[in-house]
């Protein structure tokens, strides 16, 4: 059975940091694209950054690029999100959603409409 499980969420004033988990279950980064996406309210859901199978690309939106980081720990089935330099504009609910192969392989990484296993979700509020 897969199952995603999202820790690490909280407040932080803008500039700080954050660093997200993602505990898998039943799947492992070798064969499974692995992502993070956010909901902030009335807004859709958005990719913020995937890891393709094997240790393979790191993807990232662009309004993350440079200040958030991905890091698996196969050791430990967890994907890591390292999030630096945070602004207002980050908080939101993000999940973590996985997909077997390829992040990119018939379209983009970051629709969400692609995923078939999600966690429930973990809070980030940057606010000062």
């Known amino acids: 059975r897969v199952q995603l499980v999202e820790s690490g969420g909280g407040s932080v004033q803008p500039g700080g940091s954050l660093r997200l988990s993602c505990s898998l279950s039943?799947?492992?980064?070798?064969?499974?694209?692995v992502a993070w996406f956010r909901q902030r309210p009335r807004r859709e859901r958005e990719g913020v950054a995937a890891?393709?199978?094997?240790?393979?690309?790191?993807h990232y939106a662009p309004s993350v690029r440079g200040r958030f980081t991905l890091s698996p720990d196969s050791a430990t089935n967890t994907l890591y999100l390292q999030m630096d330099r945070l602004k207002p504009e980050d908080a939101a609910m993000y999940y973590c959603?996985?997909?077997?192969?390829?992040?990119?392989?018939?379209?983009?990484?970051?629709?969400?409409?692609?995923?078939?296993?999600w966690g429930q979700g973990t809070q980030v509020t940057v606010s000062s």
């Open positions: 039943g799947i492992t980064f070798n064969t499974y694209c």
């Open positions: 959603a996985a997909k077997e192969g390829s992040c990119t392989y018939g379209g983009l990484w970051s629709m969400s409409g692609r995923y078939g296993a």
């Open positions: 890891l393709s199978p094997r240790g393979g690309t790191a």
